[in-house]
């Protein structure tokens, strides 16, 4: 969905992409009743990244977790918590911006304002059939 009507990858008369403001996040930040989850995800058609506006619940949390595949970029929009990783756990505050590398382990908590962020990374590729005995990455991955 994007703000500004249209679709996001082409302009008017369907020849070249044209840029979008696709989202008000500092709206959906300051959603006093924003539910647990993804409050918005990028959909465009034709798309290279994949990106989430999420929501954690004061006092909730993002239990630990690997991404083996992917970077992550984690933008804090608002409110505050923490982010624990092998090495310790540190502040994630309004402006923070984050690099979450491939395969490293991370989870996310939420303070007592809660935690609204938002997460940028290639998109992943869509689901395939494979044959048999073929691995696939680790699927249900948070974001």
Known sequence: MTTDGGDATT???????LPRTLCDTAALAALEDAPAGALW?????????DANVVRIPPGRQVDTHREPDLDVLLLVLSGEGSLTAP?????????ALTWLPHGSTRALAAGEQGLTYLTVHRRRPGMQIKPPG?????AGRPQ
């Open 134 to 138: 073929t691995t696939t990455p680790s």
């Open 87 to 95: 090495d310790g756990t540190r502040p994630l505050r309004a402006g």
């Open 11 to 17: 302009g008017r008369g369907g020849e070249i992409p």
């Open 41 to 49: 995800r990028l959909a465009e058609s034709g798309r290279q990244l």
